[in-house]
């Protein structure tokens, strides 16, 4: 077997035929349940569905190695190559396409091959249409292209977590530092973040001003990507989304002096557990101008509030505190 | 800068404060009607007012101070020609009305960023999409 360049994660995976047709055996009836129901997504990652012979099936022809294996004589038309577990026999055909292996046929091992049941036995009554219609379906490759961009998706924005830490902690106090990001999965740029932190003094307090500048290439920008990347940016610099002002793609951040250096000793324990950090809504209950927010909230629609903060009103207003701004516009003028 | 009038908070009288908010409550909503709000909020919290002329200029100084950021931050605004500047001398100068109409420009990208914020979920799966897409 030869290896060949690709994206995706060579390890053996099922097909959804054999997942079909693999009736016996299951550690836990749920992926069967989801098969069935046409619920596919719920399978991800395919490779680690709880059956001995999927098990076997991705230890043996791993990422980046394979165990030896026999290839199966009794069909000509494809190179199948030979897997055994106990009873369980399978049939793994190596994608030239995508690079995959596809665990693409199941049965037992009856009678000394003798049996008509018998994995070895079925396979060769097969004629070339049975054979072809081993081969993954399109389903099976939608399926593992969307397993592959969310892994790819993921590190992806794990590293930009990790870059946007290591940055902030060099532009803490005062400073500017450039980031290059290239695309997730082709080896392309991606945007240039350049990240400034300026304290500086108002009249009666202290602040740290924290621009962020994220210039995506032509290609991406207006994309979900590009704005993907964006809202991570923001996340790892400072998560509570309130605290964000935007014009155009510069965006930034004022704080107390201290409160960047805090988030990115917060940060670094996400970094640590591998882990994104998640966005914090707010959590002040804002007052507009009598404007009717369940439509707001159902669209997604934001809204200025009385104190000048935008925001996307969720369900929940009520339990959080009145905002102390706000209040004091209100009891200004009641007939607000 | 020509300073047209200028309005001592503390010393505005509260019967004439509550004349003109009376008023302006009977206005039909208008940019006019905000800004008469927007006066006696002001002189109400004790902001002293002063109304300008829109062609007034400002320094860089006064413009960030105005906005509330770093003059680092303006500066780079500038350079990105989000807010129009001009030189005078060596100096740039900034013009009220341009100023005006950069915060109506920000109020709608807050809008858009504050939107895309509540919705980090849709734009994660989209994301993924596009990257099938491109498989």
């Known amino acids: 077997m030869c290896y060949i360049k690709t994206v995706h994660n060579r390890r053996a995976r099922p097909t959804l035929r054999l997942l079909r047709d693999l009736s016996d055996g299951w550690q836990d009836p749920a992926p069967q349940r989801a098969v069935s129901e046409g619920r596919h997504s719920d399978l991800h990652p395919l490779s680690e569905l709880p059956h001995p012979l999927i098990a076997k099936a991705a230890a043996w022809f791993g990422s ?177 989304v309130q605290s964000w002002d935007a014009t155009d793609t510069m965006y930034s951040t004022i704080s107390e002096p201290g409160e960047l250096a805090r988030q990115a000793d917060d940060l670094a324990a996400y970094i640590e557990r591998d882990e994104l950090r998640a966005e914090q809504p707010g959590s002040t209950s804002h007052y507009t101008h009598g404007r009717h927010l369940a439509g707001c909230y159902i669209n997604g629609t934001a809204v200025r509030a009385l104190c000048g903060v935008i925001f996307v009103p969720t369900q929940d207003q009520e339990r959080f505190e009145h905002c102390p701004a706000c209040q004091g516009i209100r009891a200004l003028f009641p007939h607000l | 800068m020509t300073v047209i009038t200028e309005i001592d908070a503390a010393r505005v009288p509260a019967d004439q404060l509550a004349a003109l908010e009376s008023f302006a409550s009977t206005l039909d909503e208008s940019a006019l009607r905000d800004l008469l709000f927007s006066l006696t909020i002001s002189v109400k919290n004790g902001t002293d007012v002063a109304l300008l002329e829109s062609d007034t200029e400002l320094t860089p100084a006064q413009a960030a101070s105005r906005l509330k950021m770093s003059r680092t931050h303006l500066y780079k605004l500038l350079d990105r020609g989000e807010i129009v500047s001009h030189q005078v001398g060596r100096d740039r100068r900034l013009l009220l009305t341009d100023l005006v109409q950069f915060e109506a420009a920000r109020q709608r990208d807050r809008r858009e960023l504050a939107e895309r914020f509540a919705r980090t979920a849709q734009t994660r799966s989209a994301a993924i999409d596009e990257l099938i897409d491109g498989l």
């Open chain 1, 64 to 240: 980046d190695q394979d165990g030896y294996c026999e290839r199966i004589r009794s069909v000509e038309r494809l190179v199948l190559w030979e897997l055994k577990t106990g009873q369980w026999r399978g049939a793994v055909w190596d994608d030239p396409d995508t690079g995959v292996r596809w665990l693409c046929a199941a049965g037992l091992a009856k009678g000394d091959h003798k049996d008509r049941d018998d994995f070895y036995e079925a396979l060769g009554r097969m004629d070339n249409a049975d054979v072809d219609a081993l081969k993954p379906t399109a389903e099976d490759i939608r399926l593992l292209k969307r397993e592959t961009s969310v892994a790819a998706l993921t590190a992806w924005e794990l590293d930009i977590q990790s870059q946007v830490h290591a940055c902030l902690t060099n532009v803490l106090n005062q400073g500017e530092q450039r980031l290059t990001i290239r695309h997730p999965i082709r080896d392309a740029h991606f945007a240039d973040v350049t990240i400034t932190v300026t304290a500086y003094s108002e009249t009666d307090y202290d602040v740290e001003d924290c621009v962020v500048e994220i210039d995506l290439v032509d290609a991406a920008k207006g994309s979900a990507l590009g704005w993907h990347l964006t809202l991570r940016v923001l996340i790892s610099v400072n998560p509570p």
